[in-house]
């Protein structure tokens, strides 16, 4: 058989690809055109805050205030507790890729447990002072002193 009779389309020895078997001639290296790099750059959104984690904190700060009343210390104690779960899940959202918070997150959790702690300690205190007899009468005792020493007539001056 002839070399170019029955031939595949594409022999490596006598064709380079372009029809009739044309060469298409070299450009010398002095002609070639310089490469050019090409900066990408990735266009990303922005990370954002854990809704959670900013949560956490505003029921820690709100729960520490709370229990520092005092009188709204049960209030603090719920707040407390619904921060310190809102803290933990801050913290568990803040692994994900995009999300950001771990302090925040931390910083409610802190603070949250601050207040439940405080609010504990003062149930517990409170308990304590009420059920002891003799801490009851001293607290009227100095109740009834302070009853003593108050006039019993108060004139106002009139403006």
């Known amino acids: 058989m002839a070399k170019n009779e029955g031939a595949s389309a594409f022999d490596p020895e006598t064709d380079d690809g372009h029809p009739l078997g044309e060469r298409r001639e070299s450009i010398p290296p002095a ?3 310089p490469v050019v790099e090409v900066e990408q750059r990735m266009i990303t959104k922005p990370a954002r805050t854990s809704a959670a984690a900013a949560f956490a904190l505003i029921f820690g700060v709100a729960a520490l205030l709370s229990v520092l009343t005092v009188i709204l210390s049960p209030v ?43 609010s504990v300690t ?3 205190g409170a308990t304590t002072v009420l059920n002891n007899d003799t801490a009851v009468n001293r607290l009227q005792d100095q109740v009834d002193k302070l009853r003593d020493k108050l006039p019993d007539h108060v004139t106002v001056p009139k403006t």
Do not use: E
């Open 122 to 124: 003062i149930a517990v």
């Open 31 to 33: 002609r070639q055109q």
């Open 76 to 118: 603090g104690l719920v707040l407390g507790v619904i921060g310190l779960i809102l803290g933990l899940v801050g913290i568990r959202m803040a692994r994900r890729t995009g999300i950001t918070g771990k302090g925040v997150a931390i910083g409610g959790l802190v603070l949250s447990l601050l207040a439940v702690l405080a």
